[in-house]
């Protein structure tokens, strides 16, 4: 007598050994995943990328204040020639991207001024840049309103910003000779730049919250991988040659 496909299925029922068998191949089978073909691996970005690509305008951000802290540290340390000539060039181009705007306003270009307006512009795109990069990710930060200004702040980044700006009064002391003025006032220059400088801290704090003081501590860990490179290049050669 013939066994039909319903009577096998009945006797797996009744058999204990035949049921765990069955769960057990059901189970592997739920398990296994298809594996990513050659072509699909090819075409998934890296996690590199993906992050870079992510954080791509708070980078931007950190470059330019990084090379700004980086100029005026120039004003009282010594750079080597490469590094002298980046800072020389970063510094026309900034000055000839403000030169209008200023010249509009009847303020003349200084570099103080240039340096002040290019760590508070920075500061402010560093925000925008923590802003777009949480977009990516889960939750997204809250939205920008009044309500939570200074939420967020932290001492660590309160005394970064203090670091900041103790690095361009020393850079301004460095030459005394040639003192910030606006319109005709030597006073309205050091206000003027307190304010430019600390707008722009407030402004990435408004706009990116939390994660623009997170961000602004790599400012510190980026300056400070600059100098060392910019001593590096100096010193390196001689110990070299030793």
């Not at 996690?47 to 951000?61: M, P, Q, Y």
């Not at 900034?94 to 290019?118: K, M, S």
């Not at 997170?214 to 100096?234: E, H, Q, T």
Request: aromatic share 10%; proline share 7%; charged share 15%.
């Amino acid at each position: 007598m013939e066994t039909g496909p319903e009577e096998l299925k009945d006797m797996n029922l009744q058999d204990p050994s035949a049921r765990r068998a069955t769960v057990s191949v059901r189970k592997r089978s739920t398990m296994i995943k298809p594996r990513p073909s050659h072509t699909q691996r090819a075409h998934r970005p890296s996690a590199l990328f993906t992050w870079i690509k992510r954080e791509s305008l708070a980078l931007l951000a950190l470059s330019g204040a990084a090379l700004t802290v980086l100029a005026e540290l120039g004003k009282t340390i010594p750079l080597a020639p490469q590094i002298s000539d980046l800072l020389t060039k970063w510094q026309d181009m900034t000055r000839a991207i403000w030169r209008p705007p200023l010249e509009l306003a009847g303020v003349t270009l200084h570099p103080d001024l240039v340096a002040a307006l290019n760590v508070a512009a920075f500061m402010a795109l560093l925000g925008a840049g923590a802003r777009v990069s949480a977009s990516f990710s889960t939750p997204p930060l809250a939205p920008i309103a009044f309500d939570r200004f200074f939420d967020d702040q932290t001492w660590p980044s309160l005394l970064v910003f203090a670091a900041l700006c103790m690095t361009f009064l020393i850079g301004h002391g460095a030459n005394p000779d040639n003192v910030l003025t606006i319109w005709g006032s030597p006073e309205i220059g050091k206000y003027a730049f307190a304010i430019i400088v600390t707008a722009g801290y407030f402004a990435g704090d408004f706009i990116g919250h939390r994660a623009f003081h997170l961000r602004l501590y790599r400012l510190v860990a980026l300056v400070a991988i600059l100098v060392g490179a910019n001593f590096a290049l100096i010193y390196g050669p001689g110990l070299m040659k030793a």
